[in-house]
């Protein structure tokens, strides 16, 4: 019986999708440069990053839309394509368009036909939230409603893993947080979900992991609060009174990052704790200090000028 | 059986589609049996075209049961590929189980299930107006015949869709298609024609399309020679899509 109910640790489990040392370039940019990645079953995970990181190509690859110049990517054990056409993987491109001149239901329906393990369409429907809009005409669609009857088309049946690229362009902020609850549920349901978004928010409040994508490299990956402590967790804010010694300030522990404007100090710190204790040990006296969390917007473009400024040197 | 399922699925709301658009129903159904109408009453009833002994509403006929075929095939096909390769509809198809190829089958299947109607339309048009007698099975085999043949032109239509996009896409068909159908004497037989176009109407796929009805209407077998022409055709535009088709994918 205790063999039974034994799982493998997540280290020792076969990965979802596994990409190893995965290239892809377009003329002399490369888009995807030497990428490694894994995830694993039942997992949720944002791909992070800004435009031209390489995001969609990266959903590409892992679709099977776009063949690697060199490495290997897996979904389940095998190709992309193998995968899709067992029905294990459901997909919601940015680049995904609709079929017009039919309706929200056709489409749907359409779908469900498609799918080797589909669910009825009145219940993909009413999940997406469109029952109501199910007789509308595919090309009367609000943005948001399109984004919505796409989220339908990739979750027409029983898929394992389910890829959303960005899925809430176009939604009002209601719609979204609607969106999301929706999409916690496919979560809930023991599914593995991909989301690519440059909605940092998002990707701090729905996702167990988040993938920091740059020049097509993986940046980090983590969950949101290492990812914050990786690119400098605290802000730590003063105001300092007479000649300020920035070369000392500069020496302080745990310090990413410093901003001297006038007689205001401001730094980012790994370990704000410790930061602020080695100031007061420098001798001076800091006025109107300040400690505060960075959003994982600010920890993003930390991390991405880290990288950069690593670049150019 | 899986993807044929699928298959059939698209097929199936394709026609749907297809049936629903008046324009595009108008034009491949109605238009060809006006323009026969058109066509033939310039000319008395038992006027001949040189060297066929056929009356001119008898050739006019297949002529233009052979042009509403080509325009049921050729403008469904090419412009809703193009558009929809735009759209990115299919991209989104590329992530079902739906195979590449079932796409482009279900296309020309849905044009060729619209191109039927065009071309009966077109015979009940010479049969009850222009008083065109024929034996049933030259009436069976015309069908057949102009309906198979349109396949080699639904191939052309998949290449275009796959060649040009945008704007491009309607004037490349338009020339494509009133360029075979006029230079292959769909419109009024080719032995009016110069010398020079004569000679290029010989080659031209629409030209050996529309032989192959012409010789059943005279009781003849269908020649060889036309039938090898459309072949080559045939190899020659589906090749051709088949290769547009993949190089599309690799870069979509």
Same mark, same amino acid.
């Given at each position: 019986?205790?063999?039974?109910?034994?799982t493998a640790a997540p280290a020792t489990t076969t990965p979802v999708v596994g990409f190893d040392q995965v290239t892809k370039t377009y003329g002399s940019v490369r888009a995807v440069d030497g990428l490694s990645l894994r995830l694993y079953p039942g997992e949720t995970v944002a791909l992070l990053g800004p435009n031209g990181a390489g995001k969609s190509t990266t959903l590409d690859l892992l679709l099977g839309l776009k063949n690697a110049d060199s490495g290997t990517v897996n979904v389940f054990g095998t190709g992309p394509r193998e995968a899709i056409v067992a029905g294990r993987v459901g997909a919601m491109l940015q680049s995904g368009g609709l079929m017009e001149d039919v309706t929200v239901a056709e489409l749907v329906k359409l779908a469900c036909s498609l799918h080797p393990k589909p669910y009825k369409a009145a219940e993909v429907m009413a999940r997406a939230g469109i029952t109501q809009i199910a007789d509308r005409k595919v090309n009367k669609l609000s943005g948001g409603q399109a984004q919505r009857v796409r989220f339908a088309l990739a979750t027409a049946g029983d898929s394992d893993l389910i890829i959303l690229d960005e899925p809430t362009t176009g939604m009002?902020?209601?719609?979204?947080?609607?969106?999301?609850?929706?999409?916690?549920?496919?979560?809930?349901?023991?599914?593995?979900?991909?989301?690519?978004?440059?909605?940092? @928010? @998002?990707?701090?409040?729905?996702?167990?992991?988040?993938?920091?994508l740059h020049r097509g490299r993986l940046l980090a990956d983590g969950t949101a609060a290492e990812i914050k402590a990786k690119a400098g967790a605290r802000r730590v804010a003063f105001d300092l009174e007479g000649d300020i010694d920035e070369p000392a300030l500069r020496g302080l522990p745990f310090l990413t990052s410093i901003d001297v404007s006038g007689?205001?100090?401001?730094?980012?710190s790994a370990d704000a704790d410790a930061t602020v204790r080695a100031l007061y040990g420098l001798g001076v006296y800091p006025r109107n200090l300040e400690v505060a969390g960075l959003g994982l917007e600010q920890a993003f473009v930390a991390i991405t000028e880290a990288e950069e400024a690593k670049q150019s040197c | 059986m899986l993807n044929t399922f699928a298959t059939q699925a698209l097929i199936k709301l394709e026609l749907a589609r297809a049936l629903r658009n008046k324009k595009f129903?108008?034009?491949? =159904?109605?238009?060809?049996?006006?323009?026969?109408?058109?066509?033939s009453s310039s000319s008395g009833s038992n006027e001949k075209v040189s060297d066929t002994g056929l009356t001119v509403a008898t050739y006019l006929m =297949?002529?233009?049961a052979s042009f509403g075929a080509l325009t049921a095939v050729l403008m469904g096909n090419s412009e809703r590929i193009a558009k929809e390769r735009e759209s990115g509809w299919v991209r989104q198809l590329?992530?079902?189980?739906?195979?590449?190829?079932?796409? =482009?089958?279900?296309?020309?299947?849905?044009?060729? =299930?619209?191109?039927?109607?065009?071309?009966?339309?077109?015979?009940?048009?010479?049969?009850?107006?222009?008083?065109?007698?024929?034996?049933?099975?030259q009436w069976l085999a015309l069908v057949g015949v102009i309906w198979a043949g349109s396949l080699v032109f639904a191939a052309l239509g998949v290449a275009i869709g796959y060649v040009a996009s945008g704007d491009a896409v309607r004037p490349i068909t338009m020339i494509v298609y009133f360029g075979l159908s006029i230079l292959g004497g769909l419109w009024m037989p080719s032995t009016t024609f110069p010398q020079v176009l %004569?000679?290029? !109407?010989?080659?031209?796929?629409?030209?050996a399309y529309a032989a192959l009805g012409q010789a059943i209407? %005279?009781? %003849?077998?269908?020649? !060889?020679?036309?039938i090898a022409i459309l072949a080559v055709y045939f190899v020659l535009f589906s090749g051709g899509a088949a290769w547009l088709y993949r190089k599309d994918t690799l870069k979509a």
């Open positions: 019986m205790e063999d039974m109910t034994t009002d902020v209601s719609a979204r947080q609607a969106f999301w609850a929706t999409m916690r549920e496919q979560a809930d349901q023991g599914r593995t979900v991909l989301f690519a978004t440059h909605y940092l @928010e @998002e990707a701090d409040a729905i996702a167990d992991r988040v993938l920091v007689q205001t100090v401001r730094i980012q | 129903l108008f034009f491949s =159904v109605l238009y060809p049996a006006i323009i026969y109408l058109i066509f =297949v002529s233009m590329r992530l079902t189980p739906l195979p590449g190829r079932g796409y =482009v089958l279900a296309k020309t299947a849905s044009a060729a =299930v619209v191109s039927l109607p065009s071309i009966i339309v077109v015979f009940i048009a010479a049969a009850a107006i222009k008083h065109v007698r024929l034996d049933a099975w %004569q000679d290029i !109407a010989k080659w031209l796929p629409t030209h209407e %005279q009781s %003849q077998a269908p020649h !060889a020679t036309d």
